[in-house]
Structure formats: structure tokens, C-alpha cells
């Protein structure tokens, strides 16, 4: 079957050849054309192959005030453009083509959306000669229709974490899932059963840090759509049971060269084999941890999975304290191997596109403005935890974003004190979560 072309001269993103347009197999007959708003949830109108050139011109038209932006019903429409050069058939149902959108209202672009904030950081390490990139590790859980238990009823073991049989109960899941991401080219390598009952993580290789949130997202969209159809529901819920561990999104981090062919975090003569370079880079999302807590960290739920140290299990494998080390997985940041890092703060909720963001700005600032901090740990966090807690309730962060807005860390116009407003919502649930814990 020969890949064919849909000329969208009007859309976002260009061919290798010069030409604007959207490359996908014959058979398609529809375009989700979709983006994410900032509380991470995906948004999207199924538009005709016959309707895809025009629209392509125009934009989908979006009324965004009925999603998580800070808008009014009195503004003008939100346009969606598409990305041509990130179009995904889907694996699973081969007649429709995702493509992610670049958002614009009143001729400009929209400021507040997500990708419109990456795409911001991305072009401004570009600018710097610096190239990064990431990958993503999210967990999941695989629950019954109600979201009340797992979907596995055999899924009880004392300590469940890679768990051989529960695996293979899930096979056919996985097994579509890896499939798929061989065919998207996404290198997927690994996937196992995590700590809790019930819950998975699923890997595939690292990529430029848009990429990375384009498939992060498109990752959260085939989990759903495909466990839907054997009667699964897969939630991204930081912590949906007490005394269990939650969900994490750790994020692995090197910076490259704007070739992309010479790794920059990678010393072999320095400590860890991280370069200077990856150490104030790493120094960056330390110093803003408060900031980056509020996009890691979204909702009070996250608040249930980090600083909990114990599960039934023995372990939350969370972080408590503000720390790095080397390949010690007690710490927020840990250095597992030479020339990346590791972020373990971040949970399942967070919004991929402001996750990436989020990162590169504080570690933009931090090669920009490089400053002595605490050095690497070698303790076990968890019994002997640091005074600088990585967050609380009662310090959630959304406040905190200012000093991340700089002129080499900005979160793009004002994405953070959008950001901070509609957080707003989340804080009666704050208080509760504080009630309880007193």
C-alpha cells in the first residue's frame, strides 16, 4: 500500500522536499485533528480527508473557553492548526490520522497552549546551541469499568513489582501496544508490572523533548482507546489507592549538540561521568523544584504519592526530599548512567507538553545562571530524608512559578500566572487533603 499525499499548503510544518502536507496510507478517510489544553486533557475534532485541505488553511475552530484555558465565552474562536510533520495513523484503526495541533487566537498564536509553551523552550535551547532531549516512563493502572479495583482479580500478591504471571494475563494488551510502537517507530524496549496491584509502565526510546510529548500524549490516547475495547479502564491517577504505591512519570534527561550528534551531559573523566554542563543543568531543577512541583505535581492526588515513603509493599519508590545522587532511586534526581539524569518527581497527571517545558527552563537557567548547591548524596533518602521536602500541600507550588519567567527559563507570556489561576480549583481539595493528614 502506497503512502499518498494530502497537500495542506496552510498548515503547520513543511516536507523534507519544501511541500506542506500530511503523509499517511492509502485508506484513510478521517483526521483527528486534537490538542491538549493545561490541565492535560485532549481535545479534538474528527474532520473528513475531503474537508483536511481547507481546514488545514483555517484551523479547527474550538470555542476555548469550554476547555481548561483561561478564556471567556466572549472570545473569538480557537483555532487548531495541524503539525503535518507529526501526523500518526492510527495503528489500531487504520482509516483515521492524528495529528497534533499548534493553537492560535486572533491571528496569533495562542500563548497558553501547551505545545505553543514547548515549542517556545524547545526553539529557546535551540538558540543556545543545545538540543534536548528526553524520554518518559509512565505508570499506569489497569482497572475494572468503575475505577473501584483492579482489573486483574488475581493480581494480590504480597510484592506484585515485575510480577512474571500478572504480565502474561495482560498479554494480548501489551503485545498490540508494542506492536503498534514498532510500527510508529518508537523503539519501545520494555514493559513490566510495577509495585502496586494493577499497575504497569511501559517504555520506548528517547527522542527531541517535543517528540517525546507528542508521543507521551498519543501514548495516553492508544492505552485508553485500546483497553477500552477489552473492558479495561486505564487510568494516569497519581495515587487511586491508599497504602499502595502511585504513579510516576520520571523523565530522563541529556542536552546534545544542535547536530544532535555529540552528547553534552557526557564527561567520562568527571564524577558520574556528568559533564559540568549536566550539572548545572541538574542544579537548575533543583533550585526550582517548588516551581516545577506545581506542573509535576497538578492535582491534590499527587500529593498522596510523594513524601508517603512507606506501602504495603515497603516502598512508595517516591521522593521525599529536595536531593540527588548516583544510581539511588531514594533521591528526586539520581544519575543512573553516564551523559543523562533522572527526574523522579514528576507523576502520571502531569501535562506532557508542560513537563517537558518545565524542565528545560529550569535547567536553561540553571546553565545560564550557575550556582554552588548541595552536592550528590550518598544516604538513603528515605530513612534519613533531607529538611528541604521536594513539596507539600501546604506549599503547593503553582505560586512559586515566578521565578522560572526569566529571559532563559520563561514558561511563555503568562502561562504561569494562567496556570496558577485556574489551579485555583484545586486548592478546597488541598485543604481537605490537609484536614485529613492532621
Known amino acids: 500500500m502506497q503512502d499518498h499525499v494530502i497537500q495542506l499548503s ?12 500530511l503523509r499517511c496510507k492509502a485508506g484513510v478517510k478521517h483526521f483527528m485533528i486534537s490538542y491538549t489544553d493545561l490541565f492535560g486533557v485532549q481535545r479534538a475534532k474528527m474532520v473528513p480527508t475531503e474537508a483536511i485541505g481547507q481546514m488545514s488553511k483555517t484551523g479547527a475552530a474550538f470555542a476555548g473557553f469550554a476547555t481548561w484555558f483561561d478564556l471567556s465565552a466572549a472570545h473569538p474562536d480557537l483555532l487548531a492548526l495541524p503539525d503535518c510533520s507529526h501526523v500518526v495513523q492510527l495503528p489500531w484503526q487504520p482509516e483515521i490520522a492524528w495529528v497534533p495541533a499548534n493553537c492560535a487566537l486572533g491571528g496569533e498564536e495562542f500563548a497558553q497552549a501547551p ?7 524547545v526553539a529557546a535551547a535551540e538558540a543556545a546551541g543545545l538540543r534536548v532531549r ?8 489497569l482497572l475494572n469499568a468503575e475505577g473501584t479495583a483492579p482489573h486483574d482479580a488475581l493480581d494480590r500478591t504480597e510484592k506484585a513489582c515485575y510480577d512474571q504471571q500478572a504480565i502474561m494475563r495482560r498479554y494480548d494488551l ?44 498519543f501514548f495516553k490516547f492508544m492505552l485508553r482507546s485500546i483497553a477500552e475495547r477489552q473492558g479495561i479502564r486505564a487510568s494516569f491517577m497519581p495515587k487511586p489507592f491508599a497504602g499502595k504505591s502511585g504513579s510516576g512519570c520520571h523523565v530522563h534527561v541529556s542536552v546534545w549538540d544542535a547536530a544532535g550528534e555529540e552528547n553534552l551531559f557526557l564527561d567520562p573523566q568527571a564524577p558520574l561521568a556528568l559533564s559540568q554542563l549536566g550539572r548545572h543543568f541538574l542544579g537548575g531543577i533543583v533550585r526550582h523544584t517548588p516551581a516545577l512541583a506545581a506542573i509535576c505535581n497538578p492535582t491534590a492526588n499527587s500529593y498522596r504519592r510523594i513524601n508517603m515513603t512507606r506501602t504495603d509493599a515497603g516502598s512508595s519508590w517516591a521522593p521525599a526530599s529536595v536531593t540527588w545522587a548516583g544510581n539511588n532511586r531514594t533521591h528526586m534526581v539520581r544519575v543512573p548512567a553516564p551523559g543523562r539524569f533522572e527526574f523522579r518527581l514528576p507523576d502520571s497527571a502531569a501535562n506532557p507538553y508542560l513537563l517537558q517545558a518545565a524542565i528545560i527552563a529550569a535547567g536553561l537557567d540553571g546553565a545560564a545562571q550557575p550556582r554552588s548547591g548541595a552536592g550528590e548524596h550518598a544516604r538513603h533518602a528515605f530513612r534519613r530524608p533531607s529538611r528541604h521536602r521536594c513539596a507539600t500541600p501546604s506549599r503547593r507550588s503553582a505560586r512559586c512559578l515566578a521565578p522560572i519567567r526569566g529571559r532563559h527559563a520563561s514558561v511563555g507570556g503568562d502561562g504561569a500566572g494562567v496556570f496558577k489561576r485556574l489551579s485555583q480549583a484545586e486548592n478546597p481539595r488541598m485543604r481537605a487533603f ?4 492532621q
Open 134 to 141: 528526553t524520554g518518559v516512563e509512565p505508570e499506569f493502572f
Open 174 to 217: 501489551f503485545a498490540e501496544l508494542m506492536s503498534h510502537m514498532t510500527t510508529m517507530g518508537w523503539r519501545p524496549y520494555q514493559c513490566d508490572h510495577e509495585d502496586a496491584h494493577g499497575q504497569f509502565e511501559m517504555n520506548w526510546g528517547f527522542d527531541d523533548a517535543l517528540v517525546t510529548a507528542d508521543r507521551h500524549v
Open 434 to 437: 490537609r484536614r485529613a493528614r
Open 10 to 21: 496552510g498548515a503547520s510544518g513543511t516536507d523534507d522536499d519544501g511541500s506542506s502536507g
Open 115 to 121: 505545545r505553543n509553551v514547548l515549542r517556545r523552550l
